[in-house]
């Protein structure tokens, strides 16, 4: 796959405003025409890898971060915002929104801000407050949910280890006992009702629950040594990126040790060299890496590699009530992850009738753009002292335009053949000749007339 054109006209622009140039100064420094740097602060242009390079030469500034943080999501975020009903009667094209990202950047960060805290409680408390995951998630989203640092040391971390012995829970677990003074001690059940890992300092203990399978056994393993090893890589980016509360620093920080930890189990290269070669057969990657299926799918969409990516998955996680616990856009720009509502049409509903089968289904969003869903259930390893286990479902989901290659695509006609029409929840939802509809699109006036009767109770004007 080729890389996609980078179009960063808001940062050259703040880059050349913070350096107290006109666009004919930075144009002579960059050795181009005024005009080239005017097009591409306006987003006409891409930048060009020499470009970059002469940018990083003369402004002293790391070119990694000239798409980490567009103005409102950049073009994908906006367009996603714009799609709710509440502009349906707007007709805004790509051409406007890249005029308005180039022309007026903080006017449209300053639009998707205030959209976000309409969208998660209104009015004038912060939505921060209201859910403070809702930060740790944005960062993840900043970096796409892949962290190329990371990556690499965890990944020449399991060739050292592999290098010493197959069996990489036995290596990390020698690593902690003769690296760090740690040992690793299996308890049963009773000893550890409530818990599937603790640290006992005092014993110089990794104290792991007998309830964890063997997947669970190496991850937590190799998450407790994320904590020693990757520690000041972790530590920066939690630093980095500056949240307002303690939790939030302490939630991001276990999401990026479980991030490392899934490198050591499933590393970078040897990872996406078996999805290439397998179609993406998850089956065969949970027993070629000792993993789970949602560690698996959780793994997929953190493969943007630069030169090496990965197609652009995206991952949720959902209770039978419909509740999201984990949701991870990747790369994929999926509108789907972000729904404040979920469409009963979509199969991931239907994967808890099918415990721990695979479920496949072509869907169409209102925007036309179609994607490819693989659902399946999964059961925590753990149970509750009352005896309760958890059930989830893992809705994995691939733009149908880069789905040919994968196993579970074959047999599907995936850019002609026929597509269940699916929402974003009935209150984003304007398709009017839906009968599974629940409630009526937010922005819309009701229509009730007693002499007919719709497919819906909830008949609404349209546009």
Known sequence: MADPKLFAGHRIKRVRRQAGLTQAAMAETLDISPSYLNLIERNQRPLSATLLLRLAEQFDFDPRSLS??????????????LADPLFSDLDIDRN?????????????????RTFDRMVQGGGSGDPQALDPIIPVRREIERWKNHYADLDSQAEALADELRLGAGDLYGAIAERLRSK???????????????????????????????????????????????????KAEIDALVAGAEFAEAVQERFYHRHLAGYFAAGLMMPYRRFLRACEGSGYDFELLQRRFGAGFEQVAHRLTTLQRVGERGLPFFMMRIDRAGTVSKRYAGASGSPLTDATGFCPLWHIHRAFDRPGEFSRQLVVLEDESRWLTISRTVHPVSRAPSGVRAEFAIGLGLAAEHAGSLAEARGMDLQAGTATPIGLGCRACTRADCPQRSAPPSGRALLINERERALTPFAFAGD
């Open 180 to 230: 760090h003074q740690l040992t690793i001690r299996i308890l049963p059940a009773d000893v550890m009702p409530d818990r599937l890992r603790r640290l006992d300092l005092h014993a110089r203990q990794l104290q792991l629950s007998e309830m964890l399978d063997q997947a669970s056994r190496t991850f937590q393993a190799g998450f407790q040594l994320a904590q020693i090893e990757a």
């Open 96 to 112: 406007e929104l890249l005029e308005w990202l180039a022309a007026a950047p903080g006017g449209a960060e300053a639009f998707a």
């Open 68 to 81: 980490d943080d567009e103005p409102g999501g950049g073009e994908t975020g906006l367009r996603r915002r």
